[in-house]
């Protein structure tokens, strides 16, 4: 079991930047890739980003490339992600979430591949 929590959300204008971080405590969280969607009203759960167990292969959505960086420190059982340049579209909230790998480059982006989610935090970016 691994127990995922999101924090770093907040109210930030255009143009600016936020962190995000995802605390993982329970089982090994160095073994699991690790993946951020988010979800506006009214629209489904949607890919951000992803990154493999060792941090070596990461994976964006067309929408982020550019602007989010997703990173992890194994040692510290933490997951981040970097937003800058932030527009009103990226207002959601945005969910991290775990998968066990498949093999050492696993960065799933589908969130059925995905085995523990946190619950959230709410990021708003006004225009």
């Known amino acids: 079991q691994v127990q995922l929590v999101e924090s770093g959300g907040g109210l930030v204008q255009a143009g600016g930047s936020l962190r995000l971080s995802c605390a993982a405590s329970?089982?090994?969280?160095?073994?699991?890739?690790m993946g951020w969607f988010r979800q506006a009203p009214g629209k489904e759960r949607e890919f951000v980003a992803a990154i493999s167990w060792s941090g070596g292969r990461t994976l964006y959505a067309d929408s982020v490339k550019g602007r989010l960086t997703i990173s992890r420190d194994n040692a510290n059982n933490t997951m981040y992600l970097q937003m800058n340049s932030l527009k009103p579209e990226d207002t959601a909230v945005y969910y991290c979430a775990a998968a066990r790998p498949l093999n050492n480059n696993y960065a799933p982006l589908a969130s059925y591949e995905y085995n523990y989610w946190g619950q959230g935090t709410q990021v708003t970016v006004s225009s």
């Open positions: 329970g089982r090994t969280f160095s073994s699991y890739a």
